[in-house]
Every structure is written in C-alpha cells, then in structure tokens.
C-alpha cells in the first residue's frame, strides 16, 4: 500500500536509516536537509541507461543501504526503481518528484534504455511504498522543462482515457488530471505557488491513471524521438499525441473535458496549445530515419491503442508529426 505525503515530515521514516539517494544535480538547490546520512548516486542520464542502474546497484549493495530515496523527475525515480529492481532488495523506497509530469512515482514501471532501444519494466514492487509532493520544489524548473512536463502528464490523461484497458477508477483520475491541468495552467507556467500544487496533483492523479491502464500509441511513438533526437519525453510525446487522435477519431467525451465540441476541435486546440508554448518538432527527418523511426515502435503499447495501427499508419502518423 503507497503512502503519500504533502510536507516534509515524511522525512523522519529516514531516522536512523542509511539510504541510496538518487537524484540529480538540482538537488543541491532545493534546500531538503535529510535526518541521516546518506549515500548519494548521481551517474545517470536523462533517459537512464541499463549501465547507469547496473553501477547504481554497485552503490547500493557496496554501501549496505536499507531504504532508496528519489528526488528529482521521472529519470531519478525511473533509475530509483531499477536499482530496486535488479538488485533484488526489499529496501523501500521513496519518491520525491520535483516536476509535474512524469507521475513515476505514482506507477508499478519503469523506463530504461540499452543499445539506444528503450525497455519497460514493470513489476508491483516497483510502486514506490512512498510519495512526497512538495510543490515548494518546482519553484526552481526551468519554463521549457515546466512546459514538457505538464504536457507529459495532459498527454498521460488522455492516453488513459481512450486505453482499451481503461476502467471506471481510470477514467476519474484522466477526468481529474485535466480539469485540473486546464484551471491552473496560467497559474502554474507563471510559477505562482496555487499553480504548482494543483499541477502536483493532476500529475500524480495522471501517474495513477496510467498505473492501471499503461499508455498508448503517442508514447510509443515518442521513445525514439527521445533517444535519437534529444527531445524530453513531454515535448516528444506532446508533438504526437495531436496526430495520433486526428487518425484515431472519436472519445468526443475527451474532448469535452478539454472544453472542447469534438474530436477535431479537440485536436485543433492541442495544436494551438503547442504552437503557442512554441514545442515545434525538429526541422528535418530523412527517409531512413523515418523507417527507424516506424520498425521502433513498440508493438505492445499499440495493442492498448483503442484502433488497430500497422506500420503504414504508424508512418503516415510521423510524416504528420514531422511536418510544421
């Protein structure tokens, strides 16, 4: 059972403890002061590799840790969940997300890459047993990194939503997620303190949705775009999400919770959402990228997609996608 907190005394579970802590260098900024001493591991990516879990477990094991705790987005708390993982300890672990987006610590998976390929764990020990939401922390995000994230957790609503393994409980959270993310959208991006906690929570609530149903098609779609062109996962996924729905059609029901009529005004409002944050796809795709692109796709998450999707229509989606 998951415990979430909404101030710092979840840190005193830590008394006495001698945890891994995972997180990246904007730790130093955010002015937590844990009540024990810990072993801290930094060496990982953005998109975190296989390797860099593999020396965090080295860590883990070489120190005789007892708890993990991750702060920081969903790369901390992905790798957090691999050290977990493969290292085959009952350590607890706790997740301090410090943006509004991923909802990793809401979720029984994970997202590592090897090879340049990208790998879905998925396990119920991977549910963090804590959660801490501190919206003090994204007081420090930059604007751009706000933006993909809010639009990772928007994208992660709606994905739910329409899943073929979508459920009463599901849809309420999706439901929730967006109201939420659309009422306070202004507030947030403005970095006002209302802002960040209810974009705190519809992230979490967004991570809850998806814990049940796993996402679909735009996720799919937007992992290689990650790994080959450097974009964060909100911005990728963000650019596919419009299209993927276009060519689907219907969940007019989802449109209305985005205040829309339709499908199409629905898709018309997310292009215009992202023009006017200015996340444009990248300037160029040759043909043989394009084929990478379509063969990379992961055939499982298709299977969730609520249409069916060949190859054709996966590339018919990306030329969309790629053209401004």
Same mark, same amino acid.
């Given at each position: 059972?998951? &415990?979430?907190?909404y101030n710092?005394?979840?840190?005193?579970?830590?008394?006495?403890?001698?945890?891994?802590?995972?997180?990246?260098?904007?730790?130093?900024?955010?002015?937590?002061?844990?009540?024990?001493?810990?072993?801290? !591991?930094?060496?990982?990516?953005?998109?975190?590799?296989?390797?860099?879990?593999?020396?965090?477990?080295?860590?883990?094991?070489?120190? &005789?840790?007892?708890f993990i705790?991750?702060?920081?987005?969903?790369?901390?708390?992905?790798?957090?969940?691999?050290?977990?993982?493969?290292?085959?300890?009952?350590?607890?672990?706790?997740?301090?997300?410090?943006?509004?987006?991923?909802?990793?610590?809401?979720?029984? !998976?994970?997202?590592?890459?090897?090879?340049?390929?990208?790998?879905? @764990?998925?396990?119920?020990?991977?549910?963090?047993?804590?959660?801490?939401?501190?919206?003090?922390?994204?007081?420090?995000?930059?604007?751009?990194?706000?933006?993909?994230?809010m639009l990772?957790?928007?994208?992660?609503?709606?994905?739910?939503?329409?899943?073929?393994?979508?459920?009463?409980?599901?849809?309420?959270?999706?439901? &929730?997620?967006?109201?939420?993310?659309?009422?306070?959208?202004?507030?947030?991006?403005?970095?006002?303190?209302?802002?960040?906690?209810?974009?705190?929570?519809?992230?979490?609530?967004?991570?809850?949705?998806?814990?049940?149903?796993?996402?679909?098609?735009?996720?799919?779609?937007?992992?290689?775009?990650?790994?080959? @062109?450097?974009?964060?996962?909100?911005?990728?996924?963000?650019?596919? @999400?419009?299209?993927?729905?276009?060519?689907?059609?219907? !969940?007019?029901?989802?449109?209305?919770?985005?205040?829309?009529?339709?499908?199409?005004?629905?898709?018309?409002?997310?292009?215009? @959402?992202?023009?006017?944050?200015?996340?444009?796809?990248?300037?160029?795709?040759?043909?043989?990228?394009?084929?990478?692109?379509?063969?990379?796709?992961?055939?499982?998450?298709?299977?969730?997609?609520?249409?069916?999707?060949?190859?054709?229509?996966?590339?018919?989606?990306?030329? &969309?996608?790629?053209?401004?």
């Amino acid at each position: 059972m998951q &415990q979430t907190f909404y101030n710092f005394s979840a840190f005193k579970l830590l008394k006495n403890k001698k945890p891994l802590l995972v997180c990246d260098q904007a730790f130093d900024v955010l002015g937590i002061d844990l009540p024990c001493e810990a072993v801290r !591991f930094s060496a990982f990516q953005s998109n975190p590799l296989y390797e860099d879990v593999e020396a965090g477990v080295e860590v883990l094991q070489a120190n &005789q840790c007892d708890f993990i705790v991750a702060i920081g987005g969903g790369s901390s708390i992905d790798t957090a969940k691999g050290i977990k993982y493969y290292s085959h300890t009952g350590a607890p672990v706790m997740a301090v997300p410090t943006t509004s987006g991923t909802g990793s610590e809401a979720t029984h !998976f994970a997202v590592l890459y090897k090879d340049g390929e990208k790998y879905s @764990l998925a396990d119920a020990r991977l549910l963090p047993e804590y959660v801490v939401l501190l919206p003090e922390v994204l007081r420090t995000l930059p604007l751009y990194q706000k933006k993909c994230t809010m639009l990772d957790a928007l994208c992660q609503a709606i994905e739910s939503w329409w899943s073929r393994k979508a459920t009463a409980q599901s849809i309420a959270y999706s439901s &929730q997620a967006i109201h939420l993310i659309l009422d306070h959208m202004d507030s947030y991006l403005q970095n006002e303190p209302k802002g960040n906690v209810q974009m705190l929570m519809a992230s979490h609530l967004a991570g809850k949705a998806i814990n049940i149903t796993t996402t679909t098609a735009p996720h799919a779609m937007s992992y290689k775009m990650s790994s080959l @062109l450097g974009l964060p996962h909100g911005h990728a996924v963000a650019l596919c @999400l419009p299209k993927v729905w276009a060519f689907t059609g219907g !969940f007019d029901e989802i449109a209305k919770a985005l205040g829309r009529e339709d499908c199409q005004d629905a898709v018309a409002y997310l292009e215009g @959402l992202l023009q006017g944050l200015g996340i444009f796809p990248p300037d160029t795709m040759d043909p043989e990228s394009m084929d990478r692109f379509v063969l990379s796709v992961n055939t499982e998450r298709l299977q969730n997609h609520p249409i069916e999707l060949d190859q054709d229509a996966i590339k018919a989606i990306y030329e &969309q996608v790629f053209n401004r």
